[in-house]
């Protein structure tokens, strides 16, 4: 039995069960309608997934590409994008690959700036995903980020209980559930850690732990500005929350954050 093939074949069917809102992209679309005036562009979206994103930028006759480094997410992708013509996705990781070029927009969602899998360090993977998305796009060419944006870490991830965000079963018939035991913030290095597992039972009825642990760099606002401006954008629009409301400076809580910036 391969376990490592069952256990991410599992995450990406019960991922796919859970993260399936439509807000963000109903938000996403109306954007790009209002600052392109309803034309069609050459976007690139990083780190598609399944394509729950990407397939609808394509479904709204935007000519799209998508990547993953997750294989078994962009098996879901692929059938998502049968019969569009407009859309190609492929596997690569973002820290390390080339994005392509000449796009007229990046799109940079699902909270991926704070979501990023790499052996590169943290902050600079961050700064590295902003880079690109710049390298990508044409001159004038724009990106789309949306992240979640902190006003006080600490008190956001500095928690140590037991929970569960995902369970459920795939087409495999393998059960299982994700299990958290907290997290620990440390307001110096940024970075935050924890731990936990998933609990998996094949179709046969074997079971098996995976265990898991994690660390992220939570970036300040003047960080994120920062690196936008370092990697050559200007800031055009904020949006908070998927709503019209501006992004506040300095902000005072915790925000989900969209940044629509112009590559000059």
């Known amino acids: 039995m391969n376990r490592d093939f069952i256990a991410k074949h599992w995450y990406a069917s019960v991922y796919e069960k859970f993260e399936n ?22 976007i690139l979206e990083v780190a598609c997934g399944g394509g729950r994103i990407c397939v609808s930028l394509a479904k709204a006759n935007h000519t799209v590409t998508g990547f993953d480094a ?3 997410m962009l098996l879901r992708c692929y059938r998502r994008m049968v019969g569009l ?3 190609h996705c492929y596997q690569a ?16 969602a699902g909270n991926i700036l704070i979501n990023i899998e790499s052996k590169m360090d943290y902050k600079e993977a961050q700064k590295t995903f902003i880079k690109n998305a ?24 500095s928690r140590l209980n037991e929970s569960s965000y995902f369970q459920g079963t795939d087409e495999l018939g393998t059960t299982g559930r ?16 924890g731990i936990g597992h998933w609990e998996l039972t094949t179709n046969s009825g074997e079971q098996f732990i995976v265990p898991k642990r994690w660390h992220k ?13 370092d990697a050559g954008f200007t800031i055009e629009r904020t949006y908070q929350n998927y709503t019209a ?18 590559k000059l």
């Open 70 to 72: 997750d294989e078994h």
């Open 93 to 108: 990781e973002a820290a390390i690959s080339d994005w392509g070029l000449g796009f007229d927009v990046v799109v940079m």
């Open 178 to 193: 994700t299990v958290s035991y907290g997290s620990v913030y440390d307001p110096i290095t940024q970075i935050c850690t």
């Open 134 to 157: 710049a390298a990508s796009l044409r001159t004038g060419g724009h990106l789309y980020m949306d992240f979640d944006l902190y006003y006080n870490p600490a008190a956001s991830f």
């Open 85 to 87: 013509p407009n859309i």
């Open 217 to 229: 760099h939570i970036p300040t606002q003047t960080q994120v500005y920062g690196w936008l401006s």
């Open 245 to 262: 409301e501006s992004i506040p400076k300095p902000i005072v809580e915790a925000n989900r954050a969209i940044i629509w910036a112009r």
């Open 21 to 42: 809102q439509t807000h963000d992209i109903d938000f996403l679309l109306k954007v790009l309608a209002e600052q392109t005036g309803n034309q069609s562009q050459s």
